[in-house]
């Protein structure tokens, strides 16, 4: 597989080798010593959470106080989503910036996204059916969330997506900005120094 980092430190997008022939097709949805040799960090995985939205449906932006937070590592096994990464970590230098990976049932790519960024995606076809492999068990007392329409993130929804189906709990998450000055994000110092302790598990 191929594994680059994308602009937002700490988030990589997973391009897997297929081998198809006319019984189908093979690949390595994931591989922990490649990611691992990627990212110079370990990750243990501890759930597996699978998602089906109809096009249109948005889900995030959620994120996890570090520590532990959650990293993901997410793909789509069925139809498509735009899957966006956002810097969340104040201090960072990419704060507030976002990136975006495809993630659909052709190409099969993945995104890793580690502990203290924000994660989002909006489906583009119905039965969009996505997989997080995540590192930490999910704990509802230390999950937080963000507005995905804040103007000053500026996601990019493509109008493949149609129109935008949003839950209450994310129209009523605040904006980065109400979440920077409650405290509620995780800093950029916090986020390196945690990760500095999973190198060599």
Known sequence: MDIRELKIPDSYEITPKQFGDDRGVFLE???FDHLTKATGRAVNL???NTSVSKR???RGIHFADVPPSQAKYVMCQRGAVLDFVIDIRVGSPTFGQWDAVRLDD??????FISEGLGHCFV????DATVTYLVNDVFRPDREHGINPLDPEI???FPAEAGELLLSPKDTEAPSLAEAAASGLLPTWDAARAYYETLKGN
């Open 106 to 111: 052709v190409e099969r790519k993945a995104i």
């Open 56 to 58: 249109g449906t948005v």
């Open 46 to 48: 501890a759930q597996v």
């Open 123 to 126: 489906a583009l076809t119905d």
């Open 154 to 156: 500026g996601l990019d």
């Open 29 to 31: 949805a994931y591989r």
